[in-house]
Structures are given as C-alpha cells and as structure tokens.
C-alpha cells in the first residue's frame, strides 16, 4: 500500500480547484459588468450584451480591437492551465508511483503562481480604451467586478497557498528538535544497568529517558559529516597527504561522540535507513539491520570516486562503573580506477547514486580498511557521565604495506591534574610504508587534526597554541558548546588538516545546544522526511518512538518503543525460516555486501516493520 503524504494531497487539491476556477474565469465573459441600458459583460476576448429590449437575447461577439495586455493576459492563463495540470499529474505520479517527481512538480506549479498573478495584474491594465473607458490600474466607475474575475483572483492565491504549503516540506534542513531533551536528574542510569553487570548491554532495553531521538543506522550515517576528507583524499597528491585526509576522517567520526550520553534506539531487524547528500560533500548512504543475535549493521556509501563499506556490530558491557563499548567488524574505504593521484576538483566524476551497481574488484584501485576504537563511558555509578575513546586504530592499505597508526592517550585517574588537562582527547600517529616513517600528526580528536610536515619534530615538546578555531568539545559540564580555543600543543611544522566546526549555528542555538541532545545541525537534519527521495516503509524516519521522543511525548515513545520491542519477538517467534536482507548478501567470509539493488527503488515487496496493522 502506497504511504500518502498529506502536505502534497493537500497541495495537489488546492492546485486543482485553483485550475478549475481559472479554467471557469477564462470560459465566461463575466470579468466586468454594466448595467447601463441593458448588461454588458466582457471578459479577456469576448464580449457579451444583453439588451432590455430583448431581455431573454444575449449576443456575444469578439471586438475589432482587443487591447494587447488582455490577449497577453489570456495567453498566459492558457499556458498556467496547462502547468497547473502537469504539476497535478507530477505529484500523483509521486504519490503512486516509483519515481519522485514532487521537485518538478513544485517547479511547474511556481512558474503556474507566477503567469496568474501576472494576469490578474495585466488585466486592469486594459481599461484605458474607449469602448470601456477608465485608466490604467483603475475601474470605470460605471462598471463593477465580475464573478468570472472575483473567481479569477481565488484560484491566483489558491496557487500562492499551494506554493507556500510545498514550502514547509523543502529540502532545507531545519534548525532544531520539535522539543528539547527531557530532565534527566531524577533518573538513575545504575537502576537501569545494574542488572547487566558484565553482559552485552545491546540485548537490553532501556527506558526511552536516556534514548536520543536517533536509530543506530542514522547514528553511524553522523560519522559522515565530514565526508569532504574522502573527497579530498582521492585527489592528492601524494600517498603521504592521502594518508593524512583519510586519518582526519576517521578522526572526524569521534569528535561527535564526545558530548553525546544518549543512546541511539536499536534498530529493528530489516529497519533500513538512507541519506543522500547533496552540494560540495555529495554521498549516498544505504544502511541495513541485517542480523539481530548478534546485532550487525550493515552499512554502504557511495561518494566521489569512492565507496565506503562496513559491518558493525556493537557490543556494550557494564564493568563496575563503567560502560565499554566494542564495535566489532570493520571500515572498508575504496578508491575507484579512474580517480587519480592529482590536484583535482572533488566535484568531478562523482557516480550518480541512482546508477549505482555492485563493485567488482577490478574498478577498485586502492582499499583502506581500520576499526573503530573503544569507547568509555564513565562515571556511570555517580558523578556526570563522560566518555573518552582509548586504543589504537590501524589504517592500513590492502594493497602495499602502507598504514597509518593512531594512538590514543587514555585518560589515568593517578596523573596530575595538569597532567590530564594536557593528555585528554590527545592522539599521536605516524604513517608507514613498512617499517619506514613518512609522515607524523597529532592532535585533538574532540577538536583538529595537525599534521607534522616536518616529521623530525615530532621528538620535540609542542610549546605552541593551537590555532585552529571551531568548537571544541565540553567536558565534564552542561555548559554550552561555544566557540573555544583548542588546548592542543603544536609543532613548528604542524598543519591543520581539519577542525570541528558548527559555523551554521548561532551563538543562540550553540548556548542551548545542550538542551538538545548536543546535536551538530548534521544530527538535527538526519530525522527529516525528504521528498526527493521515495523511502521504503523500513526507513528509520517512519517510527513513531523516535518521533514521539522528538517531540517531547515521553509516554508515546515509550509505548510505541514497547509495542515495537514486543512485534519484533512475535515475528521470530512466527518466522520459519532464516532472516534475509533485502539490501546485502553474505559473502564467503561472512560479511554483508551491498548488492546495488536498493538503486532500483523498487520498494512494494519491503515489511511494512512499523505498522500496527495485522496485514503488515
């Protein structure tokens, strides 16, 4: 069954009595009316006289001279009738169909609002002549409105209503949440744990108080926001700056996570989610639940000359006062054949998502591959939650020996204060080929990414002030998220690769930030329904829990997240057979790989998972 959109049922109505009534206008002369010896009535050609000599006779006829503005007001009304109907037509297609034609379907119906309201001005325009008499802008005196006119002027503002109606659901992504972040501080998160002490936390529902309004598939598309690194990696110009662009990135994906206490709601078994962004950083992002025991999240990008492949599968364990999360499975990052090691723009070659196909081995030209670290959630038992990233993270290039080590300062509760101010969110790496060093960097993985050009340096201690602006991350408070200097030290030679930068906020929206989840306006966007794309019912945007959590509904969300928690076990319960995505298949070596089909958006054969009706 087809998901209706209500916003574009009420826009194509409004557009169809708008065309109908200027339909009626142009088809009867009763634009202006005269009642001086006898009824004349005229409309943009033709002209109407009843006399009262013959009150039952009416003759109508087209004048000798039509005065220009009117026959240019008719041509134009002509021709909105005709755009009037193609956006109709446009948005049932998009209603009904396969494709989304909405965006064309609003081009049409602006160019329609633009050539009627440019009639209904024109019109007037035409009384300055002397069968009629008047001036420009101005009625006769002894003539009055007509109902054809009167009805005219109705369906020009139909179409500007219908317009503006279209507006509110334009791709533009929205500043904030509905509703900010529910109080917290008379909730314990030990009550909720305390009975999973040493078990995997991924197998346990929480209440929906300590969820964010977010699935785990749009959690993991957040690591996405600085995707300009892999645009920019493909094109450098040595493998030693490629190294660095591709080391940011994964560095990037941290730096969101650092203010964020929330979890993400699971994602149901075949709950998909898609992204496809547009503008300097474009991507396509496809992401499946394709196992539920053990949760695995498998996810496909396809950018600018590349794609990017994972499976994911978190493991989250209590351990005293402590929450550990693993993620087991691997980052696969893809360079395609006909990209190249040259200054180049980004924006060329990028692979249109809608052409998408499996990758074969043979159009990849080089393959980096790394995991992402572990993760620490402390203060679990008392104090304010805070986490920290600890271990090393190993990219490597599958085709030669050439990797780039990081290496995360963990956090040491005996150290200096002094000590633990200048060491928290600090990294260290080098890039090899072998055991050889190429290349150094440094920095803060809540804030930049500095890479030492000179790599003799890196034996000396940074005395220098990071100069890199942006915002940094908060640290042990609620305070808001302003824009601070970053507290890295850095070498004579250090050059920035990349900070976290929120320029597109406001000083207002960063200082209440925290009442928002902490939520980048990445975040905020990941939520939005879109009608440039046609999602399967399996998309993320369509549960109700997160959309109830949106909005503030705390006891909705709870209640659907329930109900949603207890259809999934019913449904194991019933299945016969073993799950298969729809999107992945599993290869020889037990990862899901993208098949490519998703591009061919045929969706009427997908679980309608979030339904209540039996017939899902």
């Not at 008719?74 to 998009?94: D, K, P």
């Not at 650092?258 to 992002?285: D, V």
């Not at 950018?303 to 005293?320: C, D, R, V, Y």
Request: with cysteine; hydrophobic share 40%; proline share 4%.
């Amino acid at each position: 069954m087809v998901t209706l959109d209500r916003l574009v049922l009420l826009s194509t109505a409004l557009f169809a009595t708008a065309a109908l009534l200027v339909l009626i206008s142009i088809s009867r002369p009763q634009w202006i009316l005269s009642v001086n010896k006898g009824e004349t009535s005229m409309g943009l050609i033709e002209m109407c006289i009843l006399s009262s000599l013959t009150a039952h006779e009416q003759k109508c006829f087209i004048p000798n001279k039509v005065r220009l503005v009117w026959i240019i007001a008719f041509g134009l009304s002509i021709v909105a009738i005709g755009l009037l109907i193609v956006t109709i037509i446009l948005f049932v297609i998009s209603q009904y169909g396969q494709t989304s034609t909405i965006v064309y379907g609003r081009l049409a119906g602006f160019i329609a609002m633009i050539f009627l309201c440019l009639s209904a001005v024109l019109f007037p325009m035409g009384f300055d002549s002397e069968i009629i008499g008047g001036s420009p802008f101005q009625l006769p005196t002894d003539y009055r409105i007509g109902s054809s006119y009167i009805a005219f002027i109705c369906g020009a503002w139909l179409t500007v209503i219908s317009i503006e109606e279209m507006t509110v659901n334009l791709e533009t992504t929205r500043r904030t949440l509905p509703a900010p972040m529910l109080d917290r501080s008379s909730y314990s998160i030990f009550s909720v744990i305390k009975q999973a002490i040493g078990k995997d936390l991924t197998r346990f529902s929480i209440p929906v108080i300590w969820n964010e309004p977010l699935s785990f598939l749009q959690r993991v598309a957040e690591c996405l926001e600085y995707s300009m690194l892999l645009d920019q990696a493909v094109v450098a110009d040595t493998i030693v700056e490629r190294f660095h662009l591709i080391t940011a990135f994964v560095i990037s994906t941290l730096s969101a996570h650092l203010e964020r206490m929330s979890k993400p709601f699971n994602p149901l078994l075949g709950e998909t989610y898609e992204l496809n962004m547009k503008g300097n950083a474009q991507f396509h992002y496809v992401a499946e639940q394709v196992c539920h025991h053990p949760p695995v999240t498998a996810v496909h990008v396809n950018g600018q000359n590349w794609t990017l492949s994972a499976n994911i599968e978190p493991k989250i364990k209590f351990h005293g006062t402590n929450v550990v999360a693993v993620s087991e499975g691997r980052w696969v990052f893809r360079i395609k054949k006909n990209s190249s090691l040259s200054r180049s723009s980004s924006q060329e070659s990028f692979q249109s998502c809608n052409d998408e196909e499996e990758q074969s081995d043979n159009e990849i030209k080089d393959e980096y591959t790394w995991k992402t670290p572990t993760v620490i959630v402390h203060n679990v038992l008392f104090g304010r939650l805070w986490c920290e990233f600890q271990g090393q993270v190993d990219i490597k290039h599958l085709q030669s020996k050439q990797r780039s080590l990081v290496t995360i300062k963990p956090h040491s509760w005996f150290a200096s204060q002094s000590t633990k101010t200048a060491e928290l969110f600090k990294y260290t790496g080098f890039i090899y080929d072998g055991k050889e060093k190429l290349g150094a960097y440094h920095g803060n993985y809540g804030h930049c990414y500095y890479a030492i050009d000179n790599i003799d340096e890196f034996q000396l201690k940074p005395s220098i002030s990071c100069s890199a602006n942006g915002h940094n991350c908060v640290h042990l408070n609620s305070t808001a998220l302003v824009s601070t200097p970053c507290d890295h030290l850095i070498l004579p030679s250090s050059r920035l690769i990349w900070n976290r930068s929120l320029s597109l906020m406001t000083d207002n929206e960063l200082v209440s930030m925290y009442q928002y989840y902490f939520f980048t306006p990445f975040a905020t966007s990941l939520n939005e329904q879109t009608d440039s794309l046609k999602l399967p019912p399996t998309d993320s945007r369509f549960r109700k829990d997160i959309y109830y959590l949106e909005k503030g509904d705390i006891d909705a969300a709870s209640q659907e997240k329930h109900r949603l928690e207890e259809q999934q076990r019913a449904d194991a319960k019933k299945s016969e057979r073993e799950f298969e995505p729809l999107w992945f298949k599993k290869d020889d070596n037990d990862e899901y790989i993208y098949t490519g089909k998703y591009e061919q958006r045929k969706f009427d054969h997908c679980p309608k998972l979030f339904s209540q009706s039996p017939d899902r």
